[in-house]
């Protein structure tokens, strides 16, 4: 099964930082544009940004813009997202995930636009 795998999650005190890695199994980046998504425990998923090949990105979560930041590089074959000044409300568990169809970012990020789906990696910002 192609799916995502997803690593660099942790516990981390309020104000910190974390960059979580999005790295296909299997399967190249191609072309494809790649989102990243979160879940907190008993609530629906929500996206949070989504990464096209030319390097555009399309936001989610506009409350998030200012902290986390979405990149690619596709030498690396690998999607990055970079939080900075974490707060206890974006403790989740991270997903990443491609655009199952074309080469733009979903305007909406509804599940299922979206595929390849890996194990999520969790966050958890606590004292």
């Known amino acids: 099964q192609l799916q995502f795998v997803e690593s660099g999650g942790g516990l981390v005190h309020p104000g910190g930082s974390l960059r979580l890695s999005c790295a296909p199994s299997?399967?190249?980046?191609?072309?494809?544009?790649i989102a990243w998504f979160r879940q907190v425990p008993g609530k629906d998923y929500e996206g949070v940004q989504c990464?096209?090949?030319?390097?555009?990105?399309?936001h989610y979560k506009d409350s998030l813009k200012d902290r986390f930041t979405i990149s690619r590089d596709n030498a690396k074959n690998t999607v990055y997202l970079q939080m900075n000044n974490l707060k206890p409300e974006d403790t989740a568990v991270y997903y990443c995930?491609?655009?199952?169809?074309?080469?733009?970012?979903?305007?909406?990020?509804?599940?299922?636009?979206?595929?390849?789906w890996g194990q999520g990696t969790q966050v958890i910002v606590s004292l």
């Open positions: 299997g399967f190249t980046l191609d072309n494809s544009p």
């Open positions: 990464i096209m090949n030319s390097g555009l990105v399309a």
């Open positions: 995930a491609a655009a199952v169809h074309g080469r733009v970012c979903p305007s909406d990020d509804s599940r299922i636009y979206f595929g390849s």
